[in-house]
């Protein structure tokens, strides 16, 4: 019994001693962290975004492609892009599915949609749990089938958007490698994993403007 207390409280103390260090850590990585996020937004000329941009109505499946139980809301950065507006903002992962996934934020890049219509979601194989319950949606040409699955509720309308000259270029291009790419109601979004100062959300936005100007928006 006399052996008991030294030992709980030689625990306890690693774990004070634990808790300080990972304090220290984070102080002082967040000076860096803070210029990193203002060297990317200096980099597109865009500022800090103060609103909250409700993201669950933003990208009603973010919880699906995340695999996350429960998301944060953290720094946003948002501004002009090539004739658009452009949003970034990073999602700290508070809670996860059941074994899903180690990933401690997720980056979603927005731009407006031209035109509201149905929902679509492209993403590339294996990539999230996304697709665990949900039949593909098969668009004809076999090399885009073969790299990404395609979910919506209207599969006309996918195939109308999805046309060879979009479908191509896309199969090809690795700014989609990591993303899943989303048209939500009214927004087209990349969900990319990383934080904001991780995720290429410079050629996230230039792929999101160079997807909506290849779209027959109805």
């Known amino acids: 019994m006399i052996y008991v207390i030294p030992v709980i409280l030689v625990i306890l103390a690693i774990g004070v001693i634990a808790g300080v260090a990972r ?22 000329g865009w500022g800090y975004g103060t609103t909250d941009p409700l993201i669950e109505q933003r990208v009603h499946d973010i919880y699906r492609i995340t695999g996350a139980r429960r998301l944060g809301l953290g720094v946003q950065i948002t501004g002009p892009r090539r004739g658009t507006h452009g949003l970034a903002i990073e999602l700290p ?50 090399a885009f089938d073969a790299r990404f699955h395609v979910q919506t509720p209207d599969p006309a309308f996918a195939r109308a958007v999805l046309h060879p000259g979009l479908t191509g270029p896309l199969a090809a291009d690795p700014r989609l490698g990591q993303g899943v790419l989303v048209f939500d ?29 290849q779209v027959p928006w109805r």
């Open 23 to 44: 304090r220290r850590q984070a102080q002082t990585n967040a000076p860096a962290w803070a210029n990193a996020v203002q060297a990317l937004a200096a980099q597109l």
């Open 93 to 142: 992962v508070l809670q996860t599915q059941v074994a899903y996934s180690t990933v401690a934020a997720f980056t979603v890049v927005l731009i407006p949609r031209p035109a509201p219509g149905p929902r679509l979601t492209i993403a590339p194989q294996g990539l999230t749990w996304l697709t665990a319950f949900h039949a593909d949606v098969q668009i004809g040409d076999p």
């Open 185 to 213: 109601d009214r927004e087209l979004a990349l969900v990319l994993p990383g934080g904001i100062t991780q995720a290429p959300v410079a050629a996230a936005v230039d792929l999101l403007i160079d997807v909506s100007a």
